[in-house]
């Protein structure tokens, strides 16, 4: 069964902020313990918690602590593998950071499965993990050799029960999956006969059960537990497409464009655009749904935010001064 909090040993401490906690009668302090810790437990991956704070233990008898911040925040990652946190988002490292030289550009980020790290991924499928965001290999490092990868969903910490959280999908422009750690295959658009070059992402369910894939045209495909709403194939657009979010009910989603036009398909709700607002642009790179469903934020090229809804703007990159134009996606914390 699951692990008492009163079974797991501290055995080292390299902690951040201020936030405060008692395991077994040690008083411990910080946002995220950022080295591994040995749990006496080691039966298998589980997850317990102290109020908010989650303890989850990995197979082997490692274990992470994490405290979540209050309130919203976000990633930005760029081509070159920086890394940007705003809000509640902590700052892990990042590739430029850590004198990492890459073979191929990021092409998505990916927060783990409590938001104590992320993980960039590049066009050949090279993984690059920060804070608790654990390697569970890559494309080159299990022999494949593509170019084309474009996008990477994390398994979700509900993934076929306990044991989730642990693996990411990674797919490519021709709509190829490769799934590493815990996430299990659902099927691919080669798999089924379809052949494309225009897939732009992939967004993993709730359940960590199937995913969709979404195109620049708008198309929309469905596996796994995914449920299709809907999709703007076929449709006449002003902009490609270029990303998708789904409602935390999983029965419906959301369609961004380059110029920030919103397509709202089965129970998401539309809050608003960026032409809706008068603003003209064509370099919005991604979009993240809020935990309630009632929003959504935008991220351009250059760092530049866009929220609507419940979503809380936290800052941005053009607002600090900095001046970018290689951010190819965001994350949520």
């Known amino acids: 069964g699951a692990p008492s909090t009163d079974v797991i040993a501290l055995i080292d401490e390299q902690f951040l902020g201020a936030n405060a906690a008692t395991i077994s009668g040690t008083s411990i302090t910080g946002n995220t313990i950022k080295n591994q810790m040995v749990a006496i437990w080691n039966k298998g991956a589980t997850t317990t918690t102290i109020g908010t704070n989650t303890i989850t233990l990995l197979p082997g008898g490692t274990a992470v602590f994490n405290v979540p911040a209050a309130g919203g925040g976000y990633w930005l990652g760029g081509s070159d593998g920086g890394a940007f946190a705003f809000g509640n988002g902590a700052y892990y490292g990042s590739a430029p950071g850590a004198g990492l030289k890459l073979a191929k550009p990021i092409v998505a980020i990916a927060p783990s499965r409590d938001r104590g790290g992320y993980w960039e991924v590049g066009a050949d499928g090279g993984v690059i993990g920060f804070g608790d965001a654990y390697y569970y290999k890559s494309l080159p490092g299990i022999g494949v050799h593509v170019s084309n990868i474009v996008g990477m969903a994390p398994t979700p910490a509900t993934n076929q029960g306990a044991t989730g959280g642990l693996g990411y999908w990674i797919v490519g422009s ?21 052949h494309v070059n225009n897939i732009v992402g992939i967004v993993a369910t709730s359940t960590g059960l199937g995913y969709w894939l979404v195109a620049s045209d708008g198309g929309v495909f469905a596996f796994g537990d995914a449920a299709f709403k809907g999709s703007m194939g076929g449709k006449h657009l002003d902009a490609p497409v270029v990303g998708l979010a789904p409602t935390p009910t999983g029965l419906g989603h959301w369609l961004v464009g380059s110029d920030g036009g919103i397509f709202s398909f089965g129970d998401a709700t539309y809050k608003g655009s960026v032409p809706g607002d008068g603003a003209h642009i064509r370099n919005v790179v991604g979009i993240a749904s809020t935990p309630s469903g009632l929003g959504y934020t935008l991220a ?26 290689n951010v190819i996606g965001l994350a949520s914390t």
């Not at 021709?174 to 379809?194: E, K």
Request: charged share 10%; hydrophobic share 40%; no cysteine.
């Open 174 to 194: 021709d709509g190829g999956v490769f799934s590493l750690g815990d996430a299990s295959f659902f099927g691919s658009l080669p798999g089924i006969g379809v």
């Open 300 to 325: 351009g090229s250059d760092g530049g935010i866009f929220t609507f809804g419940d979503a809380v703007f936290n800052k941005s990159l053009p607002g600090l001064g900095v001046h970018v134009s």
